[in-house]
């Protein structure tokens, strides 16, 4: 997402006189907005769907570096948890949730 600074920086004081033009450009543009306030900034305001796409690509990052790390450990030699262990660690979590006071 690149920022143009002459278009995508603006005060807070217009984005809240001209909202609902911001609002529509926002929709329409995909891009991010970056409120100043005093000369500095201070928000970014952006689109729902430049949210979602932003989020998505955050989470499919962090598996990315999940998954590397996971296959990098794997190469090492670490097989991870074995079968019983893991699902003896399950059954006793659970165990201790339908005894916990709700």
């Known amino acids: 997402m690149r920022i143009d600074l002459k278009e995508d920086v603006i005060s807070l004081t217009d ?11 926002l929709a329409h543009g995909g ?9 500095k900034a201070a928000v970014v305001v952006l689109s729902l769907e430049a949210f979602e796409k ?6 499919e990052y962090q598996m990315d570096l999940r998954l590397r ?5 794997y190469a090492k030699g ?4 074995p079968l019983n262990e893991a699902l003896d660690r ?3 979590r659970a165990e201790n949730r339908r005894t916990e006071p709700r």
């Open 31 to 39: 891009r991010a907005r970056i409120l100043t306030q005093n000369g």
């Open 78 to 81: 670490d097989r991870g948890t």
């Open 54 to 59: 932003m989020s998505h690509d955050a989470e």
């Open 90 to 92: 399950l059954r006793k």
């Open 15 to 25: 984005f809240a006189r001209n909202t609902k033009e911001h609002a529509k450009a």
């Open 69 to 73: 790390a996971a296959l990098e450990n």
